[in-house]
């Protein structure tokens, strides 16, 4: 879309420096739209299309002018708490801005797992879909990235803790911006297909792996995660086994190149 001068309207975009913003934009960029990125600090103006705006979504504050001229909103910030409300924020002044098409990242799992912070994710996805405002949400798996944090601390650790039961997806953070893209320059869809990566590996999975790739020897001690976190862990709660779009790139792969950069 363009504004009245004719030069395409900005797409604004949360969590714009984060591991899959970093990706995202320029992508956009690539396909000839201006990029706005909400930042929670000032920052010196950027070149190549892209600007940024001071604003705080927990707090709600600078939103509006964020939002100005803006129709088209990824919302890609995230964080260990907080999530519903930034949405519900974001939301009320996407909604005052008038903006056409409100795409949202979410978790695999974000109805299925009973986790403070999968349940955050959901209140954000309903918060999205209840707002009037056309919108699309991606659910994802976890990232290649968030494996290799969790097998680089349980490494420090003289014996590997291994939950029994623990499945991940993990998936290329890159095949995610890519998908997000797609969806962002289409036109708005609803709750769309999952995104996950190829393969289904355990924890103790991932942290063998690691462990072997640094050249390291850790003993691995089995764990009973409890409750009905636990429960829905073992049954795959957080897999999509069906209809999901699915990644090319391994975790082997992610962590040959990571390893050797």
Known sequence: MTDTT????PFLVTGGTGTLGSLVVPLLRAAGVPVRILSRSARPAADGGVTYVRGDLIEDAGLDAALDGVETVLHLAGGPKGDDV?????VRAAK???VRHLV????????????????TKLEAERAVSGS?????????AQFHELALTVAEKLAKLPVVPVPGGVRWQPVDSREVAARLVELALGKPAGLVADIAGPDVRTLGDLSRDYLRARGKRRLMMPVR???????AYRAGE????????VGERSWEAFLAERLAS
């Open 6 to 9: 004719g030069s395409p309207r």
């Open 86 to 90: 930034a949405a519900r924020n974001l």
């Open 96 to 98: 005052a801005a008038g």
């Open 104 to 119: 949202l990242i979410s978790v695999i799992g974000a109805d299925t797992v009973p986790l403070g912070w999968f349940r």
């Open 132 to 140: 009037g405002l056309p919108w699309t949400t991606l659910r994802a």
């Open 225 to 231: 995660m409890p409750g009905k976190a636990g429960r």
């Open 238 to 245: 957080n897999l999509s086994l069906d209809g999901a779009v």
